[in-house]
């Protein structure tokens, strides 16, 4: 239930933030955006095998480090695509 509620929100926060992204004109943003989504969602199925299947809970430790920077970079873009500049 859990993991279900969080993707959904994963999948909705960035939508919106593509579609902020695209229709102001910002398509390299967008392009980024996805790009760091993508790495995002590989990092977390990524934590899944290496600590599940392969069993190395002091690797998946470091990888887990790797996904909180990478969910901070995608929390710090889906808090950008409203902005228009002049320090808002």
């Known amino acids: ?39 995002n969602l590989t990092l977390n199925t990524a934590w899944s095998l290496v600590f599940w299947r392969a069993r190395r809970p002091e690797l998946a430790a470091l990888e887990a480090g790797l996904l909180t920077l990478s969910s901070a970079g995608l929390a710090r873009r889906a808090g950008r695509p409203g902005r228009t500049g002049g320090g808002q």
């Open 1 to 39: 239930m859990v993991w279900t509620l969080l993707y959904t929100d994963v999948a909705l926060s960035s939508a919106a933030s593509l579609s902020t992204l695209e229709y102001q004109g910002r398509t390299e943003e967008a392009t980024a955006y996805r790009r760091a989504l993508a790495a």
